[in-house]
């Protein structure tokens, strides 16, 4: 009956895995998830905000973060597919970001930054990519033909790129999608990135999906 779930999730303990480690009883799991949802949240609004005051014309190129906590320790692992605002200034703006973590949640906190070798074969890096080009008044068939193009440069096996909302600020809404190669979404064994995105645009919201077929186990 088309019923849909998402892939990760699908797949967590075959091919993919947590991106939060930690433990915690059945009464307090709901705040860690919560307080992991926050420090995400709290670390793209900072990059976003430092952007904005820099005047950069690019996007944060934050491809995920993983989260590990210990009793009186938050590791927070930040893997970055370009040289960001958190690079840039380099151990300064990673330090003022971890000062201004611990205030806001008073825990000890530690930050650490990872780079990415191929960037363009992270769906998050992808979708942020798209986003800036609709955003820019580029066609949307021209930045998912373009978005596919890169991704096939990574050596993937194959990619679905769909767009929804009020497309080139058309009355109706609709969805849009491209497909190269393969993408056996059924196939637990087969290594599937997805990523949703939303933009905000003149004309409205418009929603961001990207299916990466990586490799098949």
């Not at 303990?13 to 307080?35: I, N, V, Y």
Request: charged share 25%; net charge positive; aromatic share 8%.
């Amino acid at each position: 009956m088309g019923q849909k779930i998402n892939p990760l999730g699908f797949r967590l303990g075959t091919t993919q895995s947590h991106h939060s480690f930690w433990f915690a009883k059945p009464k307090d799991f709901s705040m860690g998830l919560q307080e992991d949802e926050k420090i995400r949240n709290f670390i793209k609004n900072y990059v976003k905000v430092k952007k904005k005051k820099r005047i950069s014309s690019g996007f944060e190129g934050i491809a995920y973060m993983g989260i590990q906590k210990r009793i009186d320790l938050i590791q927070v692992i930040i893997y970055i597919g370009f040289p960001n605002l958190l690079i840039e200034g380099r151990t300064r703006g990673v330090e003022e970001l971890q000062m201004n973590i611990q205030k806001e949640f008073h825990r000890r906190l530690n930050i650490a930054i990872t780079r990415i070798e191929k960037p363009y074969g992270q769906p998050n890096i992808l979708a942020e990519y798209i986003a800036l080009q609709l955003k820019n008044r580029v066609s949307f068939r021209k930045a998912m033909k373009k978005a596919i193009e890169l991704t096939e440069q990574t050596g993937t096996k194959g990619i679905q790129v769909q767009i929804a909302g009020r497309i080139d600020g058309k009355e109706i809404a609709r969805v849009e999608w491209i497909r190269e190669g393969r993408v056996p979404l059924q196939t637990i064994r087969a290594k599937i990135d997805h990523c949703s995105h939303t933009i905000r645009t003149i004309y409205g919201v418009l929603g961001i999906k990207i299916w990466i077929f990586v490799n098949q186990e």
